[in-house]
């Protein structure tokens, strides 16, 4: 459905423009074309900012990622080095974790609730 719009009112809007102290501005066909061009760089452009904005906070959270998985990997790498450097400490690991007995051991649970 059409909407109409009443001419009378477009008629004042326009000499109230023209009337204006902006007019010059506005009617100028470069600040015109500047606009345009804004507003296709901002939305429709394929490369538009908003999607600029968008990929760059993406890198950001993955290079924020990336910094995260690093620090484990080297907390990992120096539990590692720790771990299988000693025959001790490679047993208790064991024990506590796996569960890991000798022969003629008894293990005894706690669980708390």
């Known amino acids: 459905m059409k909407s109409k719009v ?14 204006s102290k902006i007019y010059p501005y506005v009617s100028n066909r470069y600040v015109m074309m ?3 061009f804004f507003v296709w760089m901002l939305v429709f452009d394929d490369n538009n900012m908003i999607d600029q904005v968008e990929r760059r906070y ?25 771990l299988f450097g000693n025959e001790q400490t490679l047993e208790k690991f064991a024990r506590e974790r796996y ?7 008894d293990l005894y649970l706690v669980i708390n609730k």
């Open 6 to 19: 009443n001419p009378k009112s477009l008629k004042g809007l326009m000499k109230r423009l023209r009337e």
């Open 34 to 36: 500047g606009f345009g």
């Open 58 to 82: 993406r890198i950001i959270t993955q290079n924020q990622k990336i910094r995260y998985y690093n620090e484990e990997i080297a907390k990992v790498n120096d539990e590692q080095k720790a």
């Open 99 to 105: 569960r890991m007995l000798k022969d003629g051991e």
